[in-house]
């Protein structure tokens, strides 16, 4: 089982409508968790991170963490063109003395105007 | 204005050479990191350092060396010994206390 799994996609949602990104983990000592959006060709920038039970919203953004479940999900409402791009799950979790993050394999968002 | 420079944006390597990735940041960083990534797959950690003049390799350091003799910088050589070099690698870095990685904008090195 790989630490952290996403679906590959592509995920295609027309404009404007609402994109759901799912993630899980297999460690449950997991602690924190971040969601990064690569547009192709580039490098991954950081959307949000969240850490608790719960929602966290940011704009169009919501994460949600179930850690019961190990499961996270990044939701975008209003979804734009501009959204389309691979979207990267990330896992922390102490290992040793290293705070190690694992990356999932990213999932590809296609929002279509 | 703050950030994470890597050169050069893309890297030629021949066989048998050594090539080196530069990776300096301005954020006051403590702890920086390489990651190599390759088509349909995840981010893998190549090495990192926590602090000036120490490092630990990370999952895939084989072929691969690093030093860190100043805080703003974390060099990476991929040795010949590295035998399937071609990928995208990044660089990041994170704060003290800070869990959040942020990234540099990559190098692309190819082999010829």
Known sequence: ?113 | DGGITQSPKYLFRKEGQNVTLSCEQNLNHDAMYWYRQDPGQGLRLIYYSQIVNDFQKGDIAEGYSVSREKKESFPLTVTSAQKNPTAFYLCASSGQGSETQYFGPGTRLLVL
């Open chain 1, 1 to 113: 089982q790989k630490e952290v799994e996403q679906n590959s996609g592509p995920l295609s949602v027309p404009e404007g409508a609402i994109a759901s990104l799912n993630c899980t983990y297999s460690d449950r000592v997991s602690q924190s968790f971040f969601w990064y959006r690569q547009y192709s060709g580039k490098s991954p920038e950081l959307i949000m991170s969240i850490y608790s039970n719960g929602d966290k919203e940011d704009g169009r953004f919501t994460a949600q963490l179930n850690k019961a479940s190990q499961y996270v999900s990044l939701l975008i409402r209003d979804s734009q063109p501009s959204d389309s791009a691979t979207y990267l799950c990330a896992v922390r979790r102490r290992s040793g003395g290293y705070q190690k993050v694992t990356f999932g394999t990213g999932t590809k968002l296609q929002v279509i105007p």
